[in-house]
């Protein structure tokens, strides 16, 4: 069993970095998604920019050199990609794992390659590097399955002319609501608290509240979305009911990473939390040889673990793996 490579759920930059940590002491890997490599970069916004500097974006000792001072969102597209290339890394991109088996000693990871074929992968550990896009904190009313409402923002070239309501109070939020601006749309963006519940990046401050200022976007702090319709958004607020037309609305609430194959191992998950019960110093949870590494490990609070702070996991992962033998 000791010859079993270590097989990597999710091919993210903080997957990808656990993979890059085992090659470098030995011990090969097979890194799958469900998706392509770094997706969850890649439903990023299209135009957007990354918060954190280059080098603390970098993994396995390969450069990072964006045209800017901050990376763009294609840039970080293009430079993960130079990392599997770089490093050879053995990724099985757009096959699903549906379960993570303990043997005698090990683990099978079974996974989907393609509709109906199932494939079963010998693993001495696994390292689960989930993200949390696919489970969207969901507001829970009526409307919110109609076409016209996304948990996710690309472009704002969709609205032009048009009514967008943003709801959300982060960073998120707040890029999104100006993208809608600057691509002409009718833009309000809706809060529940009065004031932003994040820190806004400061470099786009100063346009949103030019913004807010000139009414090229309206705002409703301590607003709650009631209901949605085809065309209309109805809230609860602190003087009553309020309709606001709304032909494009973006749900930018967050994400809560789901308990998904840990849970199905038996991974206990704190009650107030949301983390998953883990070794900060090794990544290992209860269970011998099952790592967690990613945003899985902020639990609730899924903004806590960026690429930045996520991709040290790995190499504690390795060391673990590597003083075992």
Not at 12 to 27: H, T
Not at 162 to 174: D, E, K, L, M, P
Request: charged share 20%.
């Amino acid at each position: 069993m000791s010859e079993s490579p270590v097989c990597i759920v999710g091919a993210g930059p903080c997957g990808l970095a656990a993979a890059v940590a085992l090659e470098e002491v030995g011990i090969p890997s097979i890194v799958f998604d469900r998706s392509s490599v770094v997706s969850s970069i890649a439903r990023y916004p299209t135009y957007l920019t990354f918060f954190s500097s280059p080098e603390r974006l970098e993994i396995g000792d390969v450069p990072f050199t964006p045209s800017g001072a901050k990376p763009t969102r294609r840039e970080g597209l293009a430079y993960y990609r130079s990392v599997v290339e770089w490093w050879k890394l053995n990724v099985r991109q757009y096959e699903d794992v549906s379960a993570v088996r303990a043997t005698g000693g090990g683990f099978e990871v079974v996974s989907h390659p393609s509709a109906g074929i199932e494939m079963t992968t010998q693993a001495r550990a696994v390292v689960v590097a989930t993200g949390y896009f696919a489970s969207p904190n969901m507001l829970g009313v009526p409307g919110e399955e109609l076409p016209h409402v996304s948990h996710e923002f690309r472009e704002g070239h969709e609205a032009f002319q048009r009514h967008a309501v943003v709801v959300g109070g982060g960073n998120s939020a707040v890029e999104c609501a100006l993208e809608l601006a600057r691509c002409g749309a009718l833009v309000t963006l809706v809060h529940f608290e009065s004031a932003f519940s994040h820190v806004i990046k400061p470099w786009i401050l100063p346009e949103f509240e030019e913004r807010v200022r000139t009414g090229s976007i309206a705002l409703r702090w301590n607003a709650r979305v009631a209901s949605i319709e085809s065309d209309w958004l109805h809230l609860t607020t602190e003087t009553g009911p309020a309709t606001i037309a709304a032909q494009n609305v973006y749900l930018l609430t967050g994400y809560t990473p789901s308990p998904g194959l840990l849970g199905g191992m038996g991974v206990e998950f704190d009650e107030t939390t949301g983390i998953p019960a883990h070794d900060p110093a090794t990544m290992e949870t209860p269970i011998k040889n099952l790592f967690v590494a990613g945003v899985l490990t902020s639990g609730k609070k899924a903004n806590g673990v960026f690429i930045e702070n996520g991709r040290g996991h790995g190499a504690l992962i390795a060391a673990a793996l590597k003083r075992r033998g």
